[in-house]
């Protein structure tokens, strides 16, 4: 399967605590979008990535979120001190144009 | 700013039946695409249906169509023949175009539940 994955697909912390998520678009696609998604609301913009700039963050990004793509393939996108508010389902998206692809998701508790 | 509005948080048809799913987006460009994503239980999104909005003739892709009114901001999905495999919530979802990069704007979802 060569679509958009996401790792782990599952996360459950303690508030406070750090979290990494991984995500690997389609491989010839050089747009990257994270988004947030809670329970029944639609995916709301993070971030964008063209090959490895960050180009785009949206305010919902506080300074506890960053997030990477280092070499323009994989991006991470990392939660610090992690709080309650930050449970969410969280999906990367790749493109190679006006078309998204997603990934099956990352869904964060933080208890 | 760019809004979507779904105005219908639920509906339920009957397999084999059609049904229509409203849309209406807020926006002052002129050149945009609209899409349907569906969302179906613990997987992932995948695309429907897209339509740019310099086109007037409506995109269709199988059983899927879109009514694309223009002026009034609307853009509804309907679904004909409906399966148990259309289950699903489904997103509208308007993209503008920068000059780096495309922002997507998504509404708040309708959940189609179709009965046997």
């Known amino acids: 399967d060569t679509g958009v994955s996401q790792d782990p697909r599952h996360k459950i912390t303690k508030r406070g605590q750090n979290v990494t998520f991984r995500c690997d678009p389609i491989s010839e696609h050089n747009r990257l979008y994270w988004y947030r998604q809670t329970l029944g609301q639609g995916p709301e913009f993070l971030t964008y990535f063209q090959n490895e700039a960050q180009l785009e963050k949206s305010r919902l990004l506080s300074d506890r979120f960053s997030a990477e793509r280092p070499k323009g393939s994989f991006s991470t996108l990392e939660i610090q001190r992690t709080e309650q508010g930050d449970s969410a389902m969280y999906l990367c998206?790749?493109?190679?144009?006006?078309?998204?692809?997603f990934g099956p998701g990352t869904r964060l508790t933080v208890l | 700013a760019q809004t979507v509005t779904q105005s219908q948080p639920e509906m339920s048809v009957q397999e084999a039946e059609t049904v229509t799913l409203s849309c209406t987006y807020d926006?002052?460009?002129?050149?945009?695409?609209l899409f349907w994503y569906k969302q179906p239980p613990s997987r992932q999104m995948i695309l429907v249906i897209r339509q740019e909005a310099y086109k007037q003739q409506n995109a269709t892709e199988n059983r899927f169509s879109v009514n694309f009114q223009k002026a009034a901001k609307s853009f509804s999905l309907k679904i004909s023949d409906s399966q148990l495999g259309d289950t699903a919530m489904y997103f509208c979802a308007f993209m503008k175009l920068l000059n780096n990069f495309n922002k997507f704007y998504f509404g708040s979802g309708t959940k189609l539940n179709v009965k046997p």
């Open positions: 926006t002052s460009e002129s050149n945009y695409y």
């Open positions: 998206a790749s493109s190679p144009g006006p078309k998204q692809f």
